[in-house]
């Protein structure tokens, strides 16, 4: 359960916000999403070194600071506001969340220090070509051999999987299927065998990979719980990487929000600032409700988690589901309410839009995460 008061989140918020208002600019975002890495190594360091934020939710034992899902949705949102391109996401919500729940205790002395220090990047290597995030959708295999364990096959959309230094590989045990069979390995992104190459997205703000195993050989050390067991870790590890990304989602149309009332409060039509026009007021009203109604879908699941409230799984989806239409929505209408200049290179609601698009897609869109409700619920 997170420790931090209401008072010592307000100040965590105030500090994320204020780093990123000065050292995460529009023009800092367009300039490392058009390198190759996709963000600013300096800028990660300081992040890691001077802020701590990989070590959030990393046990005191391991070099963290001990505090819940609640602080890292806090982190996330304020990343989202600010479309902040780091590695965060793959290697503290997704790869470090794997390892924290699966990993023995000698690979959480090897890895989440180092991660929480802003030395290792890490990425979970889960989905596939058909980008499903359900167990059947696991190809890859993993085979035993001898002191060594051989992977092949091939991992897509795998987020930030073309720089990291360490990937949490999903694979299956040869004949099984379904949930029983799946196998989570740790696999360094220098073994030999492992091919990777970064994909053309629609959100540059956030790189992709495509990841080749090829007779990929690790000792069996690498082996993270238990051979044909690594379902239950992974699906505890994508209800917590989802409700980040809810969180990340409501930050993203938090700003959206603001830059469009910003703009119309700039433009003037007929004499008049069109944000003074009633149509747009309804319009920035329902933007705002969403909004509103997203930022507590999130924070609800990180506070459901943080207290082991058993309906956590049920609101994580939930939150993802909400989170993704409310984004994408307010996203589509900034562009709408901007006029001719909302899709233009030089106005920034575009960048928002393909970042709304692209993470409703991520980790199951929200058609996904309904079923899961609806199932849940046994409708």
Known sequence: MSAASAEDRALFRDSARGFLADNATTADIRRWMATDLGYDREIWQRVAGELGWPAVPMDEDHGGLGLGLGETALLMEEMGAALFCSPFFATVCLAGSAIRLGGSDAQKNEYLPAIAAGELTAALALTERTGRIDAAAIRAEVKADGDYFILNGAKRFVVDGHSADLLIV??????SAGETGVTLIAVPGDTDGLARQALATLDQTRRQADIQLADVRVPRGALLGELGHGWPVISKTLDLGITALAAEQAGGARRVLSLT??????RVQFGRQIGSFQAIKHRCAD?????????????????AADTGDADFPMLAAMAKAYCSDAYFACAGESIQLHGGVGFTWEYDPHLYFK???????????AAYHRERIAVGLGL
Do not use: F, I
Request: overall charge negative.
């Open 170 to 175: 999903a694979a299956r045990t040869p004949g």
């Open 261 to 266: 009332v910003d703009y119309l409060q700039e």
């Open 287 to 303: 933007m705002m409700v969403k909004v509103e109604s997203a930022l507590a879908a999130a924070n609800c699941a990180a506070d």
């Open 355 to 365: 970042r709304a698009r692209a993470s409703a897609a991520m980790l199951g869109d």
